[in-house]
C-alpha cells in the first residue's frame, strides 16, 4: 500500500474520531441542559398584562405599557440552564413595568457569548439599563459591567447566587449593586463568594433568602449538587422578585 494512501486514511479516520467526539460531547451537553419548568412555560405563554417576543439571541418581555424611565433589565442565563427556566421571574418584572431581556448562549453557556449583552443594549438603543445573571450568568455580567463602568445608561448590577472575579471587578463602579443569596445552596462556591466582595463597590446591597437554593433562582427543577429547599420554587421566586423591586426602585 502506498504511503500516501496510508497517510489519506489516518487522516480521516482521525477527523471521523474528532466529528464523532464533538457529536457525543454537544449530545452530553444537551442531556445536561436544565429545561423550563411549567411555572416558567406558563409565565411566558400566558396572555395578559405582558408581551412576550422570542428571538433567535433573545427573549424579550415587555410590559403593554412601557415606561420609558424605568431601565430595561438584561439577564445572562445560568450554566447549562434554558433561558426560558427565568421567564417567571422576568415576566414579574415586566408586569411592573420594566423590560427584561433574556439573553440566549451558545450551548447555554454564557462564558461562550460574553458580548451578548452588547449586541442587545446597542441592537435595541437601550439608554437607561441594569445587567446581571443566576450563577455563572453572574460572573459574566460583572465583565459587561466592567467593560462599560464609564456608560451613563448602566445604572445597576446584580447577581443571582453569584459574583463577580477579577476580571469583572466592579470595586470602582458608582452605581447600584445586588446580591442575593439563598441558605440552603449547596452548588455556589461559599468560599469564592466571600473572596470576591473585594470586587464589590460599598454600596452593595447584601440579601439572603432563608430555605432558598441555588435552583430556585430559576424554574428548572432540583439541580445536581444542590441543597433541599424548604419553600417552594414560586416561593423563592416571589422573594427574588421582592428585592430585585426594591433595588430597582432605589437606582438613579
Do not use: C
Request: proline share 2%; no cysteine; aromatic share 8%.
Amino acid at each position: 500500500m502506498k504511503k500516501s494512501s496510508v497517510i489519506k486514511r489516518v487522516v480521516i479516520g482521525v477527523v471521523v474520531l474528532l466529528v464523532v467526539a464533538v457529536a457525543v460531547g454537544l449530545t452530553t451537553l444537551q442531556l445536561k441542559t436544565y429545561q423550563p419548568a411549567e411555572l416558567a412555560k406558563e409565565a411566558l405563554t400566558s396572555a395578559g398584562e405582558v408581551v412576550v417576543e422570542e428571538k433567535s439571541d433573545v427573549t424579550i418581555i415587555t410590559p403593554k405599557d412601557v415606561r420609558e424611565t424605568l431601565p430595561a433589565v438584561i439577564f445572562y442565563q445560568g450554566a447549562l440552564v434554558k433561558a426560558e427556566s427565568y421567564g417567571y421571574l422576568a415576566t414579574e418584572l415586566a408586569k411592573q413595568g420594566y423590560s427584561v431581556y433574556l439573553l440566549h448562549h451558545l450551548l447555554n453557556l454564557p462564558i461562550l457569548d460574553m458580548k451578548a449583552a452588547d449586541q442587545v443594549v446597542a441592537d435595541y438603543q437601550l439608554d437607561r439599563f441594569v445587567v446581571g445573571g443566576h450563577s455563572l450568568g453572574g460572573v459574566v455580567a460583572s465583565r459587561f459591567a466592567k467593560r462599560e463602568l464609564g456608560h451613563s445608561g448602566l445604572k445597576g448590577v446584580f447577581f443571582l447566587a453569584s459574583y463577580p472575579d477579577e476580571k469583572g471587578d466592579l470595586s470602582a463602579f458608582e452605581g447600584g449593586v445586588l446580591s442575593i443569596t439563598a441558605s440552603n445552596d449547596q452548588v455556589l462556591n461559599w468560599s469564592s463568594y466571600q473572596a470576591s466582595q473585594q470586587f464589590l463597590p460599598e454600596q452593595t446591597v447584601f440579601q439572603s433568602i432563608e430555605g432558598g437554593n441555588h435552583g430556585g433562582f430559576g424554574a428548572y427543577g432540583q439541580q445536581a449538587g444542590d441543597g433541599q429547599a424548604t419553600l417552594s420554587t414560586e416561593e423563592q421566586q416571589a422573594e427574588v422578585v421582592n428585592y430585585l423591586l426594591q433595588w430597582l426602585k432605589d437606582l438613579k
